[in-house]
């Protein structure tokens, strides 16, 4: 079965210091993949996307991602946070087959401590 | 507006009544869909609207649940007889239309609104 997994579901992490958040995916062929971020009061906002090419792609505000195909994950990485990245992290997947309908992960939510 | 709309934010009702929740997306784009975030969980993909018709009905989960675009702008998603499990936040996105349809997705140029948070009774 198709299935999107981010093991954390809640992550700490002193301000200044680096994140890594989880996210490992089951498809029968490499999906496009994404991340979004969902703060308090705001839409999901796209932080960065994979689709072919280099397996290192950089995001916005500071984030990137890295695609390994022999693990199946595309996990993502800030090397100092700020306090205003607390939010909740949902990464993505779109098959190629289908490319407009988003499989989401369960969601990991970051808090920041000063 | 500069974003996608959509109203009500909240809205309580009970079992067994019938709501509708409205999607306003960016002017010009074509393709506009509904998604549904339960507590704890990802948005789930519900329906998929390129223009007017409805593209991808498959994550509607049964017939309680129906979505119109009569015009190709804004949406409408109508649940019949509610049920608690309804209870979620129901999230609409839009993004560039059929012609870009790829190119949109390839982009990752999915805009989503704040939601409309359901509460049944």
């Known amino acids: 079965a198709q299935s999107v997994t981010q093991p954390d579901i809640h992550i700490t992490v002193s301000e200044g210091a680096s994140l890594e958040l989880r996210c490992n995916y089951s498809?029968?062929?490499?999906?496009?993949l994404f991340w979004y971020v969902q703060s308090p009061g705001q839409g999901l906002q796209l932080l960065l996307k994979y689709f072919s090419g280099d397996t290192l792609v950089q995001g916005i505000k500071g984030f990137e991602a890295e695609f390994k195909r022999s693990q199946s994950s595309f996990n993502l990485r800030k090397p100092s946070v700020h306090w205003s990245d607390a939010a909740e992290y949902f990464c993505a997947v779109a098959p190629r087959s289908n490319d407009y309908k988003l499989s989401f992960g369960a969601g990991t939510t970051v808090t920041v401590r000063a | 507006g500069a974003g996608v709309s959509q109203t009500p934010s909240n809205k309580v009702t009970e079992k067994g009544k019938y709501v509708e929740l409205r999607c306003d997306p960016i002017?010009?784009?074509?393709?506009l869909y509904w998604y549904r975030q339960s507590l704890g969980q990802g948005p789930e993909f519900l329906i998929y609207?390129?223009?007017?018709?409805?593209?991808?009905d498959s994550g509607l989960p049964n017939d309680r649940f129906f979505a119109v675009r009569p015009e190709g702008s804004v949406s409408t998603l109508k649940i019949q007889r509610t049920e608690r499990g309804d209870s979620a936040v129901y999230l609409c996105?839009?993004?560039?239309?059929?012609?870009?349809?790829?190119?949109?997705?390839?982009?990752?140029?999915?805009?989503f609104g704040e939601g409309s948070r359901l509460t049944v009774l």
């Open positions: 996105a839009s993004s560039l239309g059929q012609g870009a349809r790829k190119a949109a997705i390839l982009t990752g140029e999915l805009f």
């Open positions: 002017s010009g784009h074509t393709a």
């Open positions: 609207f390129q223009g007017t018709g409805a593209a991808d």
């Open positions: 498809y029968g062929a490499t999906p496009y």
